[in-house]
């Protein structure tokens, strides 16, 4: 039986709530448990495009997490047609002498060259306008609703965390459980699909993007005092040029053959932050390459600008002489780390995130849709109903169609495809697959590749016959050497 819902106070939201009490026993043998119900999505409005708000509670860091679901429309807003009077940067290098330069950093400020050495904030002429270079200072929040987005991976679904979603119902307020961890997989697939390609709106609007690393762990702090450091030192552009800093303590650390005299104990520190799962993810990469430079990344309660971040991980990259366990996994760090320039192809988006890890292989092309090409993200529509082959052969054909290039025949591979495959579509889904590429060219030039889906596994395609295959070896791994050796043979 269930007794009169009696009022009980919820310190962490300092309010009267309504709770269920479940009785069992009679007279003073009475015992009461509190009975939550699950939480149950409310579904969302397509037309007004709505999207889901998480509002936390306050609390303590140990204490029960507890929010409220809201649902607002995010509407992106009109460009901004107001002249600006910053000029760009091919307008300000016609102001600077010949020995002079400026470019964009990775947070939009522009950096000085002078005299092909010395870098700076400021323009030669010490009378030049500076609001004409300068970064405009960050306006108050317009945009409604005003949020932040966090990015973080999924934990495990075996041991889900029950939070409390704290809802306003007829009869006052009530708690309902809600397990952290599952509510991706209860989501309505249909509302899932039309959601995902508004995920490059929800983290470009955002006031802010919180990366979300973990708890602190395997001296993490340490990793983050060095990376904070080195992040400090380098300024990268746009167009993947390094420099020093002109606020570096250590000018000369952003050179590739500079040494780094770490201890140990920093650089075991830094592989093990570096293994993290977020580091591994395919969506994380969107997520930050689409987030403002307001951007941060914690670990524990430690906080460090993902711009300072991103620097430091490409500096550490570009050294020949870090620890080679570093090295190693830098190279599958990287992918989320690296410079996208304007206009990145899909093929270079799939091909990039090779080594990173989802659990749909699906994700590999619709985590990527909001930085491929506006054209090619258009003419793909998500559905996760769809069996994964036909998924795959929807962005090798419109990418063809739009690109009239065969480059991605490249990736195709015989081992460890799937039953019904057709051999001309590569598996995405492999991560970073182990084969060596002849370095190549375009034998038509800048001809365009004539291509033809005229059956469901058959690619028809013109070229001209200018070899054949008499017999298959065995694969060769990743020696140029070997490859040599075989075709030889």
């Known amino acids: 039986m269930f007794d009169s819902q009696p009022e009980d106070y919820c310190y962490r939201c300092a309010s009267i709530v309504k709770v269920m009490m479940e009785v069992e026993g009679s007279g003073d043998d009475k015992k009461f448990r509190v009975k939550m119900r699950a939480y149950q999505y409310a579904k969302l409005q397509e037309e007004t495009q709505e999207i889901r708000l998480l509002v936390l509670q306050p609390g303590k860091f140990t204490d029960d997490i507890c929010f409220t679901i809201l649902h607002r429309p995010l509407v992106p807003p009109l460009k901004d047609e107001t002249p600006s009077k910053r000029l760009s940067v091919e307008e300000l290098r016609k102001t600077l002498p010949e020995r002079s330069t400026a470019d964009e950093t990775l947070n939009g400020r522009y950096l000085f060259i002078h005299d092909l050495l010395r870098s700076s904030w400021s323009h030669v002429n010490p009378k030049f306008d500076r609001e004409l270079y300068e970064l405009p200072e960050p306006q108050q929040p317009t945009l409604e609703p005003n949020y932040e987005a966090l990015s973080y991976t999924w934990g495990s679904m075996k041991n889900p965390v029950a939070a409390r979603v704290l809802s306003a119902g007829n009869s006052g307020e009530s708690y309902e459980t809600f397990q952290i961890g599952q509510n991706l997989a209860c989501q309505d697939i249909d509302e899932r699909d039309a959601q995902l390609k508004r995920m490059g709106n929800i983290y470009a609007l955002a006031a802010r993007t919180i990366v979300w690393l973990g708890q602190e762990d395997d001296d993490s702090k340490r990793a983050q005092a060095v990376l904070q450091y080195l992040g400090e030192q380098v300024e990268f552009t746009v167009d993947t040029f390094a420099a020093d800093s002109p606020d570096a303590m250590e000018p000369e650390w952003f050179l590739g053959s500079y040494p780094l005299h770490y201890d140990e104990n920093s650089w075991v520190a830094l592989v093990a932050l570096f293994q993290r799962a977020w580091f591994s993810r395919v969506w994380v990469v969107q997520e930050v390459q689409l987030a403002n430079r307001y951007a941060v990344a914690q670990c524990g309660d430690t906080l460090i600008s993902w711009h300072v971040l991103q620097k430091a991980l490409l500096l550490l990259y570009n050294k020949k002489n870090v620890p080679q366990k570093l090295s190693l996994v830098l190279t599958h760090v990287m992918p989320v780390a690296r410079i996208l320039k304007s206009g990145t192809t899909i093929d270079s988006l799939l091909e990039g995130g090779g080594s990173l890890q989802c659990s749909d292989p699906r994700d590999r092309v619709y985590g990527m849709l909001s930085l491929a090409p506006p054209i090619f993200a258009s003419r793909i529509?998500?559905?996760?109903?769809?069996?994964?082959?036909?998924?795959?052969?929807?962005?090798?054909?419109?990418?063809?169609?739009?690109?009239?290039?065969?480059?991605?025949?490249?990736?195709?591979?015989?081992?460890?495809?799937?039953?019904?495959?057709?051999?001309?579509?590569?598996?995405?889904?492999?991560?970073?697959?182990?084969?060596?590429?002849?370095?190549?060219?375009?034998?038509?030039?800048?001809?365009?590749?004539?291509?033809?889906?005229?059956?469901?596994?058959?690619?028809?395609?013109?070229?001209?016959?200018?070899?054949?295959?008499?017999?298959?070896?065995?694969?060769?791994?990743?020696?140029?050497?070997?490859?040599v050796d075989i075709i030889r043979d």
């Open 381 to 483: 529509q998500p559905q996760y109903g769809l069996p994964l082959v036909e998924v795959y052969k929807d962005a090798l054909l419109v990418n063809l169609g739009l690109n009239q290039r065969m480059g991605q025949l490249l990736y195709c591979r015989l081992v460890g495809r799937l039953d019904n495959w057709p051999s001309w579509l590569p598996n995405w889904g492999l991560n970073n697959p182990d084969f060596t590429r002849l370095t190549h060219g375009s034998a038509s030039r800048i001809s365009a590749a004539h291509a033809q889906d005229i059956h469901p596994d058959t690619l028809e395609i013109i070229g001209k016959e200018c070899a054949t295959v008499i017999s298959v070896g065995h694969m060769a791994q990743s020696r140029n050497d070997e490859v």
